[in-house]
Structures are given as C-alpha cells and as structure tokens.
C-alpha cells in the first residue's frame, strides 16, 4: 500500500440514529482525525450513504415504515440522510449514493476505484454487521486490499460489532485490521501496529471466547504483542 494507490472509505455516517449505535460520538471524533491526514497526504475520500427516499420507490422488501408510510431509517425527507455535520464531505470528496447495504451494489464505486487507481481501502463507518460488512466482502470479491479501522466502525450491540469482525476476519484472507493511531502513523510512513488473522478462520469463537479473541486483536493493534 502507497498513498497513491489508496482511498478512504466511510460507509454511512450520516445523522441517522434510529438505531442507537455504540460509541458514535468516538466513531466520529476518530473519523475526524483520520480525515485530517487523509487529505494531507492527498487521499480520495469517498463517502457512501444509504437511501430510503421518502415516497418509497427502491425501498428493500420488508424496509421498516412509519405509521404514514415512509421510511423509518434514511428517509430522504429528514436531515437523518445527511452527513453529521463534524464530519461532512468537502468539495473534493466523492459521494455515492446506495440503495442496499453494499457499497459496490448497483452503484458506480468499482469504476470510480478503477478509474483512480485505487488498489487499497481504508475503511470505517456503520454498521459493522450490515453496511460496512457487506461492502468489505464485496470489496474483497473485487480484489481489493481492504484495511479496516476497527475504532472507527461501530453497531447497536458489542456482540453484533465483535462477531462481524471476527467474521472478516476469518474469512476475508487479505484483511488487515487498525486502530485510528496506528493508522494515521501508517499514513504518515511512521512505524505501526495492526492485526491480520496467520490462517484461514483463525478466529473461530464462540458465544464464551469473542471478548478474549477481541482483547487479543487489541493488543495486537495497540502493537502489545508483536
């Protein structure tokens, strides 16, 4: 991975909160920091958000409704679709619009990758178990490097957010995982830590060990046990 060859990736951090997620205002503050160095090191930015537009057309089977018949998450009519405010794209940054969880479904983010010449993903945002776990596996199946920023996704529950990490883990052979110190050395060319799994579904967990497999990511990130 060089700067040049690589974007960041920030799935869905609009003003939605319907779904009272985890440690948001961290995810934000993180994000935030992490945007500062993309930009001086000359990133592209890219930044998804989900679309339930309010009269219902593309709406996915099932999409929870309002008593009126509107959408009840990203509903195009409510501020609850825009970017939060602290963290809102600039003029540069590219925003691409989607319909179902996945970033690259339906939407024009392959060729724009492509097109760029983007090779690497640094990716955050929400929700760990939807969003950003189904465009990090399509972002995989598309061949590309995918650096998740664990510090900077987050969903409404730690077992939800721990079992889908350790799910791309397991299964998402060229993952490597950070937090948003490490990452930023890693952007800057300083020395850093991160987590990448030694064999294929080497995370394996159960309901009992997820918290003890989760601490060990952690202290490997932190760069506590290299």
């Known amino acids: 991975m060089n700067n040049s060859n690589t974007a960041l990736l920030l799935i869905d951090l609009q003003k939605e909160s319907n779904f009272s997620l985890q440690n948001m205002d ?3 503050a993180n994000t935030k920091e992490i945007l500062l160095t993309a930009r001086e090191k000359g990133l592209p930015v890219i930044y998804t ?11 996915s089977i099932g999409e929870p409704l309002n008593e009126d018949g509107t959408p009840y998450f990203y509903n195009t009519g409510t501020e609850q679709f825009d970017v939060i ?16 969880w996945s970033a690259f479904h339906d939407t024009n983010m ?28 399509d972002a995989y199946f598309r061949d590309y490097h995918v650096h998740l920023i664990e ?11 721990i079992s889908a990490v350790l799910t ?9 995982v950070y937090n948003t110190t490490n990452m930023i ?19 394996q967990f159960t ?13 490997e990130i932190e760069g506590e046990s290299k």
Request: proline share 2%; glycine share 8%.
């Open 151 to 161: 510090d900077m996704i987050t969903a409404t529950n730690e077992g939800a957010h």
């Open 49 to 59: 958000r989900q679309v339930n537009r309010e009269d219902g057309i593309g709406l």
């Open 207 to 219: 309901p009992e060990t997820m918290r003890d497999h989760m601490k060990k990511i952690h202290q």
């Open 185 to 203: 050395k890693k952007l800057k060319g300083e020395n850093h830590s991160f987590f990448q799994a030694d064999g294929t579904d080497a995370m």
């Open 110 to 137: 392959d060729l724009l990758l492509r097109n760029m010449g983007v090779k690497h993903l640094l990716v955050g945002g929400v929700v760990t178990d939807g969003c950003v776990l189904t465009t990090v596996y």
């Open 168 to 176: 791309m883990i397991n299964w998402i052979y060229n993952l490597k």
């Open 26 to 28: 961290q995810v934000t």
């Open 85 to 100: 405010d602290e963290i809102k794209p600039n003029e540069k940054d590219i925003i691409i619009d989607k319909y179902r």
